[in-house]
């Protein structure tokens, strides 16, 4: 009974133990300009790929509406919108998607690794990684 009970444990902190290491959850952004944060991503599996959404702005964000983005998001609420999508687990990182900068209204590549189970690494870039800034979102508890 005693060995059930302990491999039950082990089982159960396994399970935790991969969770955390998943991106998947509730992130907090720092803007890199002003490092101040401006909202909280929900980052979910959709189709086998990541996508992220505003689900919360904050006292620190200056804009609510997506005034320079083009197509279904000009002029659309920044919370609620989707700002992250397509990327795909590519080895410890995801790769292959696409971000957008609410204050420039500009898409770029993105690629998300975990620095930490609560530190995320956001890439954006122009076609070439090398060509682009990191932000890190913090995991919001």
């Known amino acids: 009974?005693?060995?059930?009970?302990?491999?039950?444990?082990l089982f159960?902190?396994?399970l935790f133990s991969l969770a955390a290491q998943s991106p998947i959850g509730i992130w907090e952004n720092i803007d890199d300009e002003d490092g101040k944060p401006k909202s909280h991503i929900e980052?979910?599996?959709?189709?086998g790929k990541l996508h992220g959404k505003v689900v919360k702005l904050l006292e620190g964000a200056t804009l609510t509406i997506c005034k320079k983005c083009k197509n279904e998001r000009q002029n659309q609420p920044i919370e609620g919108m989707v700002i992250l999508w397509d990327?795909?687990?590519?080895?410890?990182?995801?790769?292959g998607g696409y971000i957008v900068d609410p204050k420039k209204g500009k898409t770029y590549n993105c690629k998300i690794s975990?620095?930490?189970a609560d530190v995320l690494n956001v890439r954006g870039y122009l076609k070439v990684s090398l060509?682009?800034?990191?932000?890190q979102w913090n995991r919001v508890k």
């Open 43 to 47: 980052i979910y599996e959709q189709g």
């Open 87 to 95: 990327l795909e687990k590519e080895g410890e990182e995801y790769d």
């Open 131 to 135: 060509f682009g800034r990191t932000q």
């Open 114 to 116: 975990l620095e930490s």
């Open 12 to 14: 159960i902190c396994t």
């Open 1 to 9: 009974m005693k060995k059930f009970l302990l491999i039950k444990a």
